[in-house]
T-cell receptor, first 109, second 112 residues
Framework: TQLLEQSPQFLSIQEGENLTVYCNSS?????LQWYRQEPGEGPVLLVT?????EVKKLKRLTFQFGDARKDSSLHITAAQPGDTGLYLC?????????FGAGTTVTVRA | SAVISQKPSRDICQRGTSLTIQCQVD?????MFWYRQQPGQSLTLIAT?????????ESGFVIDKFPISRPNLTFSTLTVSNMSPEDSSIYLC?????????FGPGTRLLVL
Protein backbone atom coordinates (compact mmCIF):
# COMPACT_ATOMS: atom_id res chain seq x y z
CA THR A 1 0.00 0.00 0.00
CA GLN A 2 1.40 3.37 -1.09
CA LEU A 3 1.22 5.64 1.96
CA LEU A 4 2.28 8.79 0.12
CA GLU A 5 0.61 10.02 -3.03
CA GLN A 6 2.23 12.60 -5.27
CA SER A 7 0.64 14.69 -7.96
CA PRO A 8 0.96 15.30 -10.75
CA GLN A 9 2.91 12.28 -11.99
CA PHE A 10 4.42 14.27 -14.87
CA LEU A 11 4.89 18.00 -15.36
CA SER A 12 6.37 19.72 -18.39
CA ILE A 13 6.73 23.49 -18.37
CA GLN A 14 8.58 26.28 -20.14
CA GLU A 15 11.59 27.95 -18.58
CA GLY A 16 10.50 30.88 -16.42
CA GLU A 17 7.15 29.39 -15.43
CA ASN A 18 6.18 28.36 -11.92
CA LEU A 19 5.22 24.86 -10.79
CA THR A 20 3.84 23.12 -7.73
CA VAL A 21 4.15 19.46 -6.75
CA TYR A 22 1.95 17.93 -4.07
CA CYS A 23 2.48 15.12 -1.59
CA ASN A 24 -0.33 13.68 0.51
CA SER A 25 0.07 11.05 3.18
CA SER A 26 -2.48 8.64 4.61
CA UNK A 27 -0.68 8.76 7.94
CA UNK A 28 1.47 11.09 10.02
CA UNK A 29 5.22 10.57 9.94
CA UNK A 30 7.75 12.03 12.36
CA UNK A 31 8.96 14.23 9.49
CA LEU A 32 8.72 14.54 5.75
CA GLN A 33 11.54 15.01 3.28
CA TRP A 34 11.79 16.11 -0.33
CA TYR A 35 14.42 14.70 -2.69
CA ARG A 36 15.42 15.41 -6.28
CA GLN A 37 16.88 12.68 -8.44
CA GLU A 38 18.58 13.12 -11.79
CA PRO A 39 19.05 10.29 -14.32
CA GLY A 40 21.85 7.93 -13.34
CA GLU A 41 22.15 9.40 -9.86
CA GLY A 42 20.72 8.68 -6.43
CA PRO A 43 18.17 11.00 -4.79
CA VAL A 44 19.56 14.14 -3.15
CA LEU A 45 17.90 15.57 -0.07
CA LEU A 46 16.43 19.05 -0.57
CA VAL A 47 14.64 19.70 2.72
CA THR A 48 13.17 18.18 5.87
CA UNK A 49 9.93 19.53 7.33
CA UNK A 50 8.86 18.60 10.82
CA UNK A 51 6.36 21.10 12.24
CA UNK A 52 2.77 21.52 11.00
CA UNK A 53 2.39 24.78 9.08
CA GLU A 54 6.13 25.03 8.48
CA VAL A 55 7.40 26.87 5.42
CA LYS A 56 10.99 26.51 4.22
CA LYS A 57 12.68 28.27 1.34
CA LEU A 58 15.69 27.10 -0.63
CA LYS A 59 16.50 29.76 -3.24
CA ARG A 60 13.64 29.44 -5.77
CA LEU A 61 12.10 26.43 -4.01
CA THR A 62 9.43 26.85 -1.34
CA PHE A 63 8.30 23.91 0.76
CA GLN A 64 5.13 23.89 2.85
CA PHE A 65 3.98 21.38 5.43
CA GLY A 66 0.28 21.20 6.19
CA ASP A 67 -1.09 21.93 9.65
CA ALA A 68 -2.12 18.29 10.10
CA ARG A 69 1.36 17.14 8.98
CA LYS A 70 -0.13 14.91 6.31
CA ASP A 71 0.31 17.01 3.21
CA SER A 72 3.16 18.97 1.73
CA SER A 73 3.91 20.97 -1.37
CA LEU A 74 6.97 22.02 -3.32
CA HIS A 75 6.73 25.23 -5.32
CA ILE A 76 9.40 26.28 -7.80
CA THR A 77 9.45 29.89 -8.97
CA ALA A 78 10.82 30.80 -12.40
CA ALA A 79 11.84 27.23 -13.22
CA GLN A 80 15.09 26.62 -15.06
CA PRO A 81 16.22 23.63 -17.15
CA GLY A 82 18.49 22.66 -14.25
CA ASP A 83 15.38 21.99 -12.17
CA THR A 84 14.53 19.05 -14.42
CA GLY A 85 14.40 15.79 -12.48
CA LEU A 86 12.35 13.35 -10.46
CA TYR A 87 11.00 14.93 -7.28
CA LEU A 88 10.23 12.51 -4.47
CA CYS A 89 8.64 13.07 -1.11
CA UNK A 90 9.40 10.63 1.69
CA UNK A 91 7.89 10.07 5.12
CA UNK A 92 10.41 9.42 7.86
CA UNK A 93 9.82 7.06 10.76
CA UNK A 94 12.67 5.71 12.85
CA UNK A 95 15.16 6.64 10.09
CA UNK A 96 13.28 4.53 7.54
CA UNK A 97 11.99 6.32 4.45
CA UNK A 98 8.69 5.61 2.71
CA PHE A 99 8.77 7.25 -0.69
CA GLY A 100 5.96 8.60 -2.81
CA ALA A 101 5.70 7.59 -6.45
CA GLY A 102 7.50 10.75 -7.58
CA THR A 103 6.82 13.62 -9.97
CA THR A 104 8.88 13.86 -13.15
CA VAL A 105 9.49 17.52 -13.91
CA THR A 106 10.78 18.67 -17.29
CA VAL A 107 11.68 22.32 -17.81
CA ARG A 108 12.04 23.22 -21.47
CA ALA A 109 14.51 25.92 -22.49
CA SER B 1 27.58 14.61 4.62
CA ALA B 2 28.68 11.35 3.02
CA VAL B 3 29.81 10.29 -0.42
CA ILE B 4 28.63 6.86 -1.45
CA SER B 5 29.93 4.76 -4.31
CA GLN B 6 28.55 1.54 -5.73
CA LYS B 7 30.03 -1.20 -7.85
CA PRO B 8 29.17 -2.26 -10.47
CA SER B 9 27.34 0.68 -11.96
CA ARG B 10 25.46 -1.65 -14.28
CA ASP B 11 25.41 -5.28 -15.30
CA ILE B 12 23.61 -7.68 -17.58
CA CYS B 13 23.13 -11.14 -16.08
CA GLN B 14 21.65 -14.46 -17.07
CA ARG B 15 18.70 -15.84 -15.17
CA GLY B 16 19.61 -18.26 -12.40
CA THR B 17 22.88 -16.52 -11.59
CA SER B 18 23.69 -14.21 -8.66
CA LEU B 19 25.17 -10.73 -8.51
CA THR B 20 26.81 -9.01 -5.54
CA ILE B 21 26.62 -5.23 -5.37
CA GLN B 22 29.12 -3.34 -3.25
CA CYS B 23 28.46 -0.08 -1.41
CA GLN B 24 31.29 2.03 0.03
CA VAL B 25 30.85 5.13 2.19
CA ASP B 26 33.63 7.69 2.63
CA UNK B 27 32.89 8.03 6.36
CA UNK B 28 31.43 5.94 9.14
CA UNK B 29 27.65 5.89 9.21
CA UNK B 30 25.40 4.35 11.81
CA UNK B 31 22.82 2.98 9.42
CA MET B 32 22.90 1.76 5.84
CA PHE B 33 19.94 0.82 3.67
CA TRP B 34 19.29 -0.97 0.39
CA TYR B 35 16.52 0.11 -2.01
CA ARG B 36 15.12 -1.02 -5.34
CA GLN B 37 13.80 1.38 -7.97
CA GLN B 38 12.26 0.98 -11.38
CA PRO B 39 13.50 3.78 -13.71
CA GLY B 40 11.53 6.97 -13.13
CA GLN B 41 9.55 5.45 -10.30
CA SER B 42 9.59 5.33 -6.52
CA LEU B 43 12.15 3.67 -4.27
CA THR B 44 11.19 0.62 -2.25
CA LEU B 45 13.17 -0.23 0.88
CA ILE B 46 14.58 -3.77 0.76
CA ALA B 47 16.35 -3.90 4.10
CA THR B 48 18.38 -2.14 6.75
CA UNK B 49 21.99 -3.37 6.80
CA UNK B 50 23.06 -3.82 10.42
CA UNK B 51 26.71 -3.83 11.36
CA UNK B 52 27.67 -7.04 13.09
CA UNK B 53 24.23 -8.66 12.88
CA UNK B 54 21.67 -9.90 10.39
CA UNK B 55 19.95 -7.35 8.17
CA UNK B 56 16.36 -6.31 8.88
CA UNK B 57 14.16 -7.04 5.86
CA GLU B 58 10.98 -5.28 4.81
CA SER B 59 7.80 -7.13 3.95
CA GLY B 60 8.17 -8.99 0.65
CA PHE B 61 11.95 -9.32 0.83
CA VAL B 62 13.77 -12.33 2.30
CA ILE B 63 17.34 -13.11 3.23
CA ASP B 64 17.62 -16.12 0.93
CA LYS B 65 16.89 -13.93 -2.09
CA PHE B 66 18.74 -10.79 -0.98
CA PRO B 67 21.54 -11.70 1.43
CA ILE B 68 23.22 -8.62 2.87
CA SER B 69 26.53 -8.19 4.62
CA ARG B 70 27.84 -5.25 6.60
CA PRO B 71 31.23 -6.07 8.05
CA ASN B 72 31.99 -2.52 9.21
CA LEU B 73 30.56 1.02 9.40
CA THR B 74 31.61 2.04 5.88
CA PHE B 75 30.84 -0.98 3.67
CA SER B 76 27.93 -3.22 2.74
CA THR B 77 27.04 -5.71 0.04
CA LEU B 78 23.72 -6.83 -1.39
CA THR B 79 23.49 -10.07 -3.35
CA VAL B 80 20.62 -10.69 -5.74
CA SER B 81 20.37 -14.48 -5.81
CA ASN B 82 18.97 -16.86 -8.41
CA MET B 83 17.99 -13.94 -10.61
CA SER B 84 14.95 -13.78 -12.87
CA PRO B 85 13.92 -11.06 -15.33
CA GLU B 86 11.63 -9.64 -12.61
CA ASP B 87 14.76 -8.68 -10.67
CA SER B 88 15.74 -6.21 -13.40
CA SER B 89 15.84 -2.88 -11.61
CA ILE B 90 18.07 -0.20 -10.13
CA TYR B 91 19.50 -1.07 -6.73
CA LEU B 92 20.61 1.81 -4.48
CA CYS B 93 22.31 1.92 -1.14
CA UNK B 94 22.21 4.80 1.31
CA UNK B 95 23.90 5.86 4.51
CA UNK B 96 22.34 7.78 7.38
CA UNK B 97 24.13 10.87 8.70
CA UNK B 98 22.16 12.56 11.48
CA UNK B 99 18.72 13.19 9.94
CA UNK B 100 19.73 12.84 6.29
CA UNK B 101 20.19 9.83 4.02
CA UNK B 102 22.84 10.02 1.34
CA PHE B 103 22.41 7.77 -1.67
CA GLY B 104 24.77 6.04 -4.00
CA PRO B 105 24.33 6.43 -7.78
CA GLY B 106 22.69 3.01 -8.06
CA THR B 107 23.44 -0.24 -9.85
CA ARG B 108 21.37 -0.83 -12.95
CA LEU B 109 20.68 -4.54 -13.36
CA LEU B 110 19.22 -6.26 -16.40
CA VAL B 111 18.42 -9.97 -16.15
CA LEU B 112 17.93 -11.85 -19.41
Amino acid sequence: TQLLEQSPQFLSIQEGENLTVYCNSSSVFSSLQWYRQEPGEGPVLLVTVVTGGEVKKLKRLTFQFGDARKDSSLHITAAQPGDTGLYLCAGVDDYKLSFGAGTTVTVRA
Amino acid sequence: SAVISQKPSRDICQRGTSLTIQCQVDSQVTMMFWYRQQPGQSLTLIATANQGSEATYESGFVIDKFPISRPNLTFSTLTVSNMSPEDSSIYLCSGQVQTAQYFGPGTRLLVL
